[in-house]
């Protein structure tokens, strides 16, 4: 969970607005995330949100007016529209499955909140249909945007860490302390609506950032627990392993418990080290002048935008690094594995 990760957007450049207008839908208002994106797209002049739909009905009278939206309370209106190119699903996780299947049948292009599914065998099913249908997707993995990442997975490709042997991913915040999900989101506290709780909600996008950079993840072991006690029997943090196809052994932590979180990433190899602590890159390599991890590096690249501009960007026909339907599924794949392994107490093998 990152609302804050868009909470601050810069204008787009003339050069951006010029492509043609995208008319999309929203459907399902319920992920906190939902106040962030009506703020993204409604700064987009290339943007016409023509409908907004939620099974709450208040939910989407009160989006709606912020993107000068009709509320629809069927859903075929949407499906059928041929000025509706794509849809941006905010809804509760459990509805995912069925908004999905219909609007890939529909051939509209799809941005979906993460995670795709409540589990690895739903998450798959929407990412064949998805693919089957030839159609747009992404998620909501903004950390793949930022400078840092960009910069770490250039380097692991140049072989800049030698052989890479342990790798960690973080991202933990105090939500369940300070009672994020008391009012409006409590449904994201409640797995049997999300799936998850606060490791499976954080941990997806660590997780991503590991497999984005490592691969296939073929086994993994995790302790995951209720903290507080908050928010029921809603798991509230967690820590587990991870054995990669290609040989390191990782640790993901994450959960909605803790005070800080100075450290997000850790690579550690034969020849380099990475660590991002307190939202500065500190990298040593001795392939890459001047890295010798002292001082902060500052050699970056530049952000790329956030997921869901680059799903409106590649809608309007300029290419983006999307993330794939394949992609997102097996984030659930691994996900539902540690969950697994947390109940039965021992190692699994993820399918």
Request: net charge neutral.
């Amino acid at each position: 969970m990152a609302g804050v990760a868009f909470a601050a957007l810069p204008r787009l450049a003339a050069a951006d607005t010029a492509m043609p207008a995208v008319t999309m839908a929203l459907v399902g208002c319920a992920h906190i995330h939902t106040p962030s994106f009506v703020t993204l797209l409604n700064r987009r002049e290339d943007v016409r949100v023509k409908y907004v739909w939620d099974h709450d009905a208040a939910r989407a009278k009160k989006r709606a007016p912020h993107l000068e939206a009709e509320v629809v309370s069927d859903l075929d209106v949407i499906w059928k529209d041929p000025e509706v190119k794509a849809v941006v699903i905010c809804s509760e996780t459990n509805r995912h499955l069925d908004l999905v299947k219909a609007a890939a049948r529909s051939g509209k292009h799809l941005f979906v909140e993460k995670p795709l599914g409540i589990t690895a065998r739903e998450s798959d099913l929407m990412a064949r249909e998805i693919d089957e249908a030839g159609l747009l997707f992404t998620t909501g993995y903004f950390m793949r945007t930022s400078p840092h990442h960009l910069f770490l997975k250039d380097q692991v490709a140049k072989g800049a860490f030698g052989q890479i042997t342990r790798v960690s991913g973080w991202n933990c915040h105090s939500g369940s302390l300070g009672g994020w999900f008391d009012t409006e989101w409590r449904w994201m506290a409640d797995p049997k609506q999300a799936g998850v709780g606060g490791f499976g909600d954080l941990g997806t996008h660590s997780l991503d950032i590991l497999m984005w950079l490592f691969g296939h993840v073929e086994a993994v072991d995790a302790e995951i627990k209720v903290v507080t006690g908050r928010y029921g029997d809603c798991d509230e943090s967690g820590q587990g392993m991870l054995w990669f196809k290609q040989g390191m052994v990782g640790t993901l932590a994450a959960g909605w418990v803790d005070v800080a979180n100075p450290v997000s990433l850790l690579i550690s190899g034969t020849e380099g080290h990475a660590v991002i602590l307190n939202d500065q890159l500190h990298f040593q390599s001795k392939h890459v002048e001047g890295a010798d991890g002292k001082q902060p590096w500052k050699k970056l690249p530049e952000a790329d935008p956030a997921p869901l501009d680059q799903f409106v960007d590649a809608v309007a026909g300029k290419p983006r690094p999307l993330v794939t339907p394949r992609e997102a599924a097996a984030r659930v794949t691994v996900m539902e594995a540690m969950y697994r392994s947390s109940k039965r107490r021992k190692r699994v093998w993820v399918d």
